[in-house]
């Protein structure tokens, strides 16, 4: 059965430096997400992405968060300048189109800030 | 704005019993409601979705119920056993069409054998 997949599984980075997460949504996919979730705390919605563009962000997700699907197949969620409070798991997700609700999630990167 | 209500503490029930989690939400209307499965340090997993239309819905020995009157959703998991150990969420859209979801903190369900 398909996955969604996320490299890198665990980074750690220090304050201030620059770190790219990876996912390679489900292949025939069209709508990506990123979410984040905080040790102990809910899964947060970050940011939505379909056709090549941003289709809605959270408050979270500041000038510091970029995201860019460079080719066929990556999706990459960009953090310019890390804070320590950035430390949590990201998870990407995706799904087929529109009126598909159900997204499949990605087991997620564990990013700590020192 | 949306906000999405479970029970933050842990439940802990005997094999073989009924697991009963509750999902409440305020300041929406859902179409749609989700329950997902999250295992210690992985994503979460899609387990059942119901509409506003239905009152229950089954799969296995999952069952959800859905009343947007009391604005609340019940996840069920009979004869449960301790492979049933796991953070369970509740999931809203939001109101974009974007498809955005809204999770609730979770329960976390600890099967004892």
């Not at chain 1, 980074?11 to 102990?40: A, D």
């Not at chain 2, 802990?12 to 749609?32: H, M, R, W």
Request: charged residues 20%; aromatic residues 12%; proline residues 5%.
């Amino acid at each position: 059965e398909p996955e969604v997949t996320q490299t890198p599984s665990h980074q750690v980075t220090q304050m201030g430096q620059e770190v790219i997460l990876r996912c390679v949504p489900i292949s025939n996919h069209l709508y990506f997400y990123w979410y984040r979730q905080i040790l102990g705390q809910k899964v947060e919605f970050l940011v939505s992405f379909y056709n090549n563009e941003i289709s809605e962000k959270s408050e979270i997700f500041d000038d510091q968060f970029s995201v860019e699907r460079p080719d066929g197949s990556n999706f990459t969620l960009k953090i310019r300048s890390t804070k320590l409070e950035d430390s949590a798991m990201y998870f990407c997700a995706s799904k087929p189109y529109q009126n598909q609700e159900t997204q499949y999630f990605g087991p997620g990167t564990r990013l700590l800030v020192l | 704005s949306q906000k999405i209500e479970q029970n933050s503490e842990a439940l802990n029930i005997q094999e073989g019993k009924t697991a009963t989690l509750t999902c409440n939400y305020t300041n929406y209307s859902p179409a749609y409601l989700q329950w997902y499965r999250q295992d210690p340090g992985r994503g979460p997993v899609f387990l059942l979705l119901i509409r506003e239309n239905e009152k229950e819905k089954r799969k296995e020995r999952l069952k959800v119920t859905f009343d947007t009157t009391l604005k609340q959703s019940l996840f069920h998991i009979t004869a449960s056993q301790p492979a049933d150990s796991a953070t369970y969420l509740c999931a809203l859209h939001g109101s974009s069409n974007t498809g955005k979801l809204i999770f609730g903190q979770g329960t976390t369900l600890q099967v004892k054998p």
